[in-house]
C-alpha cells in the first residue's frame, strides 16, 4: 500500500481554508544603510492565525523605497523581502503596513575544539520566527559573513560540520560569534524528554477512512540534550508489538527507520544544550493503543480527532483534556515503562469520515483520503521503502500549546519560491 505522510501533527482547525475573493492592499517601506533596496523582490502570503496559507501569494518589487500590492483578505499577512542574497521577514498582524531596515551583519567562524578554524562548513541563518534568511559557507579562515540584517533580530546560527549541526544565536551588535565543533556524544541515556517545551510528548490517533480499516498513530517526542556537546546516534522509540510502522521522524523532516522487537529506531542528532522532535507513524491492528514511553515524561497528550474522548475506555493515568480539541492528557507525569493504553471501540464521531489527512493536505495511514490523493506516487511506497517524501509543511501545535517548530515555516507559506 502506498502512503504519505506529512507529519504535520495539526492538532488545531483541520477544516480547509476558504478560498478568499476580497483584496487587500499590503504596503510597507525597506530601507538598507548606506545603499537602496530599490528593486528588491517582495512576496506576500495571507495567512490564518496559525500561520497556514489562506490565500495565493503576491508578488511586487520596490520601488526606491517603498512597495504595495494587493493580496486577498486574510486575518494576518507574511512578507518578504529578498536583497542581495538574503531574505527577510516580517508577519503582519492587525495591520497591513511592513518596516523592514536592514543595517550591520552578523559576523562569526567555525572552529573545532582545538580552535583550528574549519573551512567550507554550511552554516544556514534562521530568523527568530524560525524563516530562513540565507546559507553561507565558511571561508579558509573558517569565517562568515551575513549582510545586511534587521539590527534588532536575534538569528540563529546552524554549522553543520560532518553531519553534526552545532548551533548558537547571535544579531548584528555583536563582534562576531564563534562556534566550536566539540566532538558528539553517542549516549542516548543522555537524553531527556524535554519536560519544559509545549507538549513534549504527544500521540495523534488518525481515524481510519471506513469502518472495516483500523486507526494509525502519529508519536512524537521532544527530546533534549543537556551536555555541552551534540549528541548524534540511534534513539528508539516505542511501537506496539502488533502495529505497522510506515514513517519515522526527525526535526519535522522524513527519517529512515529500523524496525526493533519493541519499537522502532532513528538516527537523531541534539544540538547541545538544545532541543529536537522526532517521531514514527505506525497502523493499529485493532481499535486498542498500548504502549509505553521509553524515558520520563513530564505530560503526555493524546489528540483523539474523530473520536468522542468520554467515550474511550483508557488507562487510569489519563483523562479527558479541557482544549477546543478532542483529546486526552495524562493526570500528572509517566514514567519510563508506565503503560498507556485507550480502546477506540464504539468511540468513533459521526461526520468525521477522513482524519488528520483532511486538513494537512495529505493522507496518514489508513486514512481514505490520503489513499486516493497518493495513488499516483511513487512506485515505492512509504511502507516498503521505510522512508516517506518530504515534509513540506508547518507543524502547529496551536490547540495544545501554541507552539511552532521552527524551519518549516517559509518552505510552506512560499514553496517552490526561491530558498527563502
Known sequence: MKRILTLLVVLGCLAAVPTATATTSVSGTVTVDGDTADGAQVTVVPVT?????????????????SFSV??????????RVSYEGTTHYEVLRNTTRATIHLS?????RVVDDD????????????????????????????????????????????????GVPYRRTASAAENGTTIVARPP???????????????????QVVPPGNESS???????????????????GPVELPVP??????????????AEYRRTDAGVELNVSVPANGVTRVGVAYDLTGPVVETAPRRATGSLTVVVQGYDPTAIDHSENLRVGDAPIPMLTSDGPVDAGERIRLDFDGARTRGNATGAGAGAGAGTGNAAAGESATAAAADG???????????????????VGGMVVVGLVGYRLYPGDGDG
Open 214 to 232: 483500523v486507526p494509525s498513530v502519529i508519536e512524537t517526542v521532544t527530546l533534549r540534550n543537556p551536555t555541552d556537546r551534540p549528541f548524534v
Open 241 to 254: 508489538t502488533d502495529a505497522t510502522p510506515y514513517a519515522g521522524m526527525v526535526a519535522g523532516e522524513e
Open 49 to 65: 492565525e496559525s500561520l497556514q496559507r489562506a490565500g495565493d501569494p503576491a508578488r511586487t518589487t520596490v520601488s526606491g523605497s
Open 104 to 108: 550591520g551583519s552578523v559576523d562569526g
Open 115 to 162: 580552535g583550528t578554524p574549519l573551512s567550507g562548513v554550511a552554516v544556514q541563518v534562521t530568523d527568530d520566527s524560525g524563516f530562513v534568511v540565507t546559507r553561507v559557507e565558511t571561508g579558509d579562515d573558517g569565517e562568515f559573513t551575513v549582510g545586511p540584517v534587521e539590527e534588532n533580530e536575534t538569528y540563529r546560527l546552524r554549522a553543520t560540520v560532518d
Open 185 to 203: 556524544i553517542t549516549d542516548a541515556s543522555r537524553l531527556s524528554v524535554a519536560n519544559d517545551s509545549q507538549s513534549p510528548y504527544v500521540l
Open 70 to 79: 494587493d493580496v486577498a483578505d486574510a486575518p494576518q499577512y507574511a512578507v
Open 381 to 399: 511506497g512509504a511502507a516498503e521503502n521505510n522512508t516517506i517524501p518530504s515534509f513540506p509543511g508547518l507543524p502547529i501545535l496551536g490547540a
